[in-house]
């Protein structure tokens, strides 16, 4: 019996990031899904049944930071770890706030990426994990 794979749900506005997060999911025998914006995201119907999102936090439209609180009111649980080229103090707090199951300024690690989504798939996403 073959399990289901890691769904990883990636939403930012940059193309090419979208590419290579999603490349780097399929390495990692994972499926990704990729969305332009968190209201695209919060539109498309999916399953959150083993699944991660990686969200930008600045986009046109809705931040990447109101992402767990839109989760929350439409009763979806699925782990959030946001990536940022703005990475400041008070993003990070915000983030620590809404629940981030974890937070890297760009550009990231791929394999710390990985951990992360991992982790945060684990059950002990309990905390938030922070990387700079």
Same mark, same amino acid.
């Given at each position: !019996?073959?399990?289901?794979?890691?769904?990883?749900?990636?939403?930012?506005?940059?193309?090419?990031?979208?590419?290579?997060?999603?490349?780097?999911?399929?390495?990692?025998?994972?499926?990704?899904?990729?969305?332009?914006?968190?209201?695209?995201? !919060?539109?498309?119907?999916?399953?959150?049944?083993?699944? *991660?999102?990686? *969200?930008?936090?600045?986009?046109?439209?809705?931040?990447?930071?109101?992402?767990?609180?839109?989760?929350?009111?439409?009763?979806?649980?699925?782990?959030?770890?946001?990536?940022?080229?703005?990475?400041?103090?008070?993003?990070?707090?915000?983030?620590?706030?809404?629940?981030?199951?974890?937070?890297?300024?760009?550009?990231?690690?791929?394999?710390?990426?990985?951990?992360?989504?991992?982790?945060?798939?684990?059950?002990?996403?309990?905390?938030?994990?922070?990387?700079?």
């Amino acid at each position: !019996m073959t399990l289901p794979a890691i769904q990883l749900f990636i939403v930012d506005d940059e193309p090419s990031l979208r590419t290579a997060y999603a490349r780097l999911a399929r390495s990692a025998k994972m499926e990704p899904r990729a969305f332009v914006s968190v209201e695209e995201f !919060m539109e498309a119907e999916l399953s959150d049944d083993k699944a *991660c999102v990686i *969200c930008d936090v600045r986009m046109p439209g809705k931040s990447g930071l109101e992402l767990p609180e839109l989760l929350a009111r439409a009763g979806r649980h699925l782990p959030v770890i946001f990536v940022t080229a703005h990475d400041t103090p008070e993003t990070r707090a915000i983030a620590h706030r809404v629940g981030a199951a974890g937070y890297f300024s760009k550009p990231v690690d791929d394999q710390a990426l990985l951990d992360a989504v991992a982790w945060a798939l684990s059950g002990q996403a309990d905390s938030t994990q922070y990387n700079r």
